[in-house]
Nanobody, 121 residues
Framework: QLQLVESGGGLVQPGGSLRLSCAAS????????IGWFRQAPGKEREGVSC????????DYADSVKGRFTISRDHAKNTVYLQMNSLKPEDTAVYYC??????????????WGQGTQVTVSS
């Protein structure tokens, strides 16, 4: 059975960096776009970034452009989210998700359990 497992969250000071990982097991997700989402307390879940199945194209929310970078390692069946210059407003639970297509749109088939990122001094 497909499982997505996030890791890499934690507490970091403003201006710091974290790298989140999303590992897939139970299937190979070479053919599917993968997205990162986040949900802060009292707010709706929002899309942060997405990468196509080939890894050749990526999208970012305006709030993270220039600070976050998404990448994927097909050999390791893992997608990463490098987060630099973190701000307190980046504090949220971060989730990865697999789309049902090779591009970043449409239905999502699976969600991970989430990893907490807290940016605070």
């Amino acid at each position: 059975q497909l499982q997505l497992v996030e890791s890499g969250g934690g507490l970091v000071q403003p201006g710091g960096s974290l790298r989140l990982s999303c590992a897939a097991s139970g299937f190979t997700w070479d053919y599917y776009a993968i997205g990162w989402f986040r949900q802060a307390p009292g707010k709706e879940r929002e899309g942060v970034s997405c990468i196509t199945s080939s890894g050749g194209s990526a999208d970012y929310a305006d709030s993270v452009k220039g600070r976050f970078t998404i990448s994927r390692d097909h050999a390791k069946n893992t997608v990463y989210l490098q987060m630099n210059s973190l701000k307190p407003e980046d504090t949220a639970v971060y989730y990865c998700a697999a789309y049902t297509k090779d591009y970043c749109s449409g239905p999502i088939s699976n969600w991970g359990q989430g990893t907490q990122v807290t940016v605070s001094s």
